[in-house]
C-alpha cells in the first residue's frame, strides 16, 4: 500500500470522526450513545472511501446512524477535501464495522469455555493429559536377496 494512500486514510479518519462529533446535526446520528470511525479503506485512485463505523446501541440506532451518515456524506465531502487539501475529495460510503462485534461474541465463547472446563474440573486453557504414544511397529523382515539359479530372459 502507498504511503499517501495510508496518510489519507488516517487524515480522513481523523477528520471524520471530529466532524461526526461536531457539525453532524441529524437527530438519527445523535441518537446513537457512541460512534466511532473505526477504519476508512480507500479504493485505488483514492476517488471512494469506505468508512467503518461502530455503533453503540440497537439495531434501529444503528440503521439510523448509517442513513443520517449517508445523508450527510455530501455536506462532509466538501470539508474533509478542504482540511486534508485534497484536489478531490472522496466520495463517502458508510457502513458498520461488524469486528467489534464479532470480537465480543468470541469473548463470550471463551469465557464459557473456560467455565465449563473449571466445572468439570479441568483447569482453564490447559488440554488434558495427552495419550501415550503407540510404540512403532517392528520393521518387517527383509526380503531374501535374488537367486542366482534362476536363468534371466
Not at 453532524?24 to 479503506?41: C, F, G, N, W
Not at 443520517?68 to 458508510?94: D, M, S, T, W, Y
Amino acid at each position: 500500500m502507498s504511503q499517501r494512500k495510508q496518510r489519507v486514510e488516517h487524515g480522513l479518519r481523523d477528520v471524520l470522526t471530529e466532524m461526526i462529533a461536531r457539525e453532524v446535526k441529524d437527530p438519527r446520528v445523535r441518537a446513537a450513545t457512541l460512534i466511532t470511525v473505526t477504519k476508512v479503506e480507500l479504493n485505488v485512485d483514492l476517488s471512494v472511501a469506505t468508512v467503518y463505523i461502530s455503533i453503540i446501541g440497537d439495531d434501529a440506532t444503528a440503521d439510523g446512524v448509517l442513513a443520517g451518515l449517508a445523508k450527510a456524506a455530501g455536506f462532509l465531502r466538501g470539508p474533509v477535501g478542504r482540511k486534508l487539501n485534497l484536489q478531490h475529495a472522496p466520495e463517502l460510503r458508510f457502513q458498520q464495522d461488524a469486528s467489534i462485534d464479532m470480537s465480543e461474541k468470541l469473548a463470550a465463547i471463551i469465557r464459557d469455555d473456560e467455565e465449563r472446563a473449571r466445572a468439570a474440573g479441568r483447569e482453564a486453557g490447559r488440554d488434558p493429559a495427552p495419550d501415550p504414544a503407540p510404540e512403532p511397529a517392528p520393521d518387517p523382515a527383509p526380503a531374501p536377496p535374488p537367486s542366482a539359479d534362476k536363468d534371466p530372459v
